[in-house]
């Protein structure tokens, strides 16, 4: 019996659980991370992901791998490979952390960098000299041409706000959300993580 393996797949069952747009992400990345995608056929191709990933727009009920070959994968690294299961396992958690991490990361960046831009915008609209070459600028280039209404001196704080409440990227709440995907990922794992360690020591 594997019961790091079995333990293992007990949480990722938790986490889809709590998260289900965020199985077929783990599960590809455990077989990535262990070289099982050179050696297991995944359950939907390439086209057939991007196709599903279009046509629904998310990714809950996507499958790549199963949870069924993951862990037979899994077991046969341990079983046949005679990989030691709490490494296997350990290392797992860890990458699994790592990417939800980058993710949560990542997430912000893009809202970060256009809220530094439109900052900017406000900053340059608020100073007299600058805000004739800005409001030039806007007009030239037809920044904040999301917006229905024709950019003048008298509306341009108003397009510059509009812009703020159109950024792109996630939202704050997504953002959040992504950093409690992380969160439960620690917490599904916690117990799993003080066996190995306890085991190890």
Known sequence: MSLLIDGFMDSLAQQSAVVPEDTWTLLSQIMFAT????????????????????????????????????QSWLTFLVNSRHM?????????????????????????????????????????AADPVQRPGL?????????????????????????????????????LEEMRAKQEHRHSWRHVTAGLVDGINTSSS
Not at 92 to 106: F, G, K, P, S, V
Not at 107 to 124: M, T
Not at 156 to 162: A, K, M, P, Q
């Open 84 to 124: 030691d299961e709490a490494f296997l396992i350990a290392s797992l958690i860890a990458q699994l952390d790592r990417h939800l991490e980058a993710t949560a990361e990542n997430a912000g960046k893009s809202r970060q960098v256009f809220l530094k831009f439109v900052n900017d915008l406000k900053n340059q």
């Open 35 to 70: 070289g099982g995608n050179r050696y297991v056929r995944p359950e939907m191709s390439l086209p057939e992901i991007i196709e599903f990933i279009s046509e629904t727009g998310g990714t809950v009920g996507l499958r790549s791998w199963t949870e069924e070959q993951v």
């Open 135 to 171: 409001l030039e600028q806007v007009q030239r280039t037809n920044i904040g041409s999301g917006t229905t209404i024709q950019v003048t001196d008298e509306n341009l704080d108003e397009v510059i706000d509009r812009m703020t409440e159109s950024l792109p990227g996630p939202t």
